[in-house]
């Protein structure tokens, strides 16, 4: 199992310019996430998904879309990057309400 | 909405020195509770969870945290830290009735160990 796989690595972007984030997992896993990571703030939830076709905005979900077409996939798009948007975004998976796995995460700068 | 709070920022210690790490959340349900920990570069990795049962928990690496619920606190112990446990710390909580997986963290704290 790949486990949780994330791209890009790293995204530079300007102002304005839109961009989708990739998550897929191998784990058969109803659960996924998204959490933005931030220096002294721990990660905060974007939205999440408990299953193909059911999402919902976690904590800090302005300025981002999701989709959960499949099992598999749970893509994050940012509509219109602000400088606000720079940080290191994390996505998980979970088999259940509780034990999540990680991604190794995107580092997106907005310039 | 709970909280999660996170005494330390940063942490120095030497090699075989001990270690605890304080974390207090606010809910007051029912709740579970993990560590995990995240080494430079790489992802989070989980360390422990407590879910019910014994409120002293064991987890990867020699790591154990204590579920004190009087307290609301659920802190992270090592009796003698190495070089390696150079990482970033994040103690998380979702509340029984959370819908989905919403796990709540707090800020995180930088343990660095000296060797």
Redesign the interface.
């Known amino acids: 199992n790949a486990g949780v796989t994330q791209t890009p690595k790293f995204q530079v972007l300007k102002t304005g310019q839109s961009m989708t984030l990739q998550c897929a997992q191998d784990m058969n896993h109803e659960?996924m996430?998204w959490?933005r990571q931030d220096p002294?703030?721990?990660?905060?939830?974007i939205h999440?998904?408990?299953g193909a076709g059911i999402t919902?905005q976690?904590?800090v979900p302005n300025g981002y879309n999701v989709s959960r077409s499949t099992t598999e996939d749970f893509p994050l798009r940012l509509l219109s990057a602000a400088p606000s948007q720079t940080s290191v975004y994390?996505c998980?998976s979970?088999p259940?309400?509780?034990?999540?796995?990680?991604?190794?995460?995107t580092r997106l700068t907005v310039t | 909405a709970q909280s999660v709070s996170q005494h330390n920022h940063h942490v120095i210690l030497s090699e075989a020195a001990s270690l605890e790490l304080g974390c207090n959340y606010s809910y007051g349900g029912t709740v579970n509770l993990f560590w995990y920990v995240q080494y430079p570069g790489q992802h989070l990795q989980l360390l422990l969870k407590y879910f019910s049962g014994d409120p002293l928990v064991k987890g990867i690496k020699g790591f154990e945290a204590e579920f004190i619920k009087s307290k609301f606190s659920f802190n992270l112990r090592k009796p003698s830290v190495q070089w390696s446990d150079t990482a970033e710390y994040f103690c998380a909580v979702t509340h029984f009735k959370a819908a989905g997986n919403k796990l709540t963290f707090g800020g995180g704290t930088r343990v660095l160990v000296k060797p």
Do not use: H, I, K
Not at chain 1, 40 to 45: A, D, E
Not at chain 1, 96 to 105: A, K
């Open positions: 659960y996430s959490y002294g703030m721990g990660l905060r939830l999440y998904s408990v919902d976690g904590e994390f998980a979970s259940d309400r509780y034990e999540q796995y990680f991604g190794p995460g």
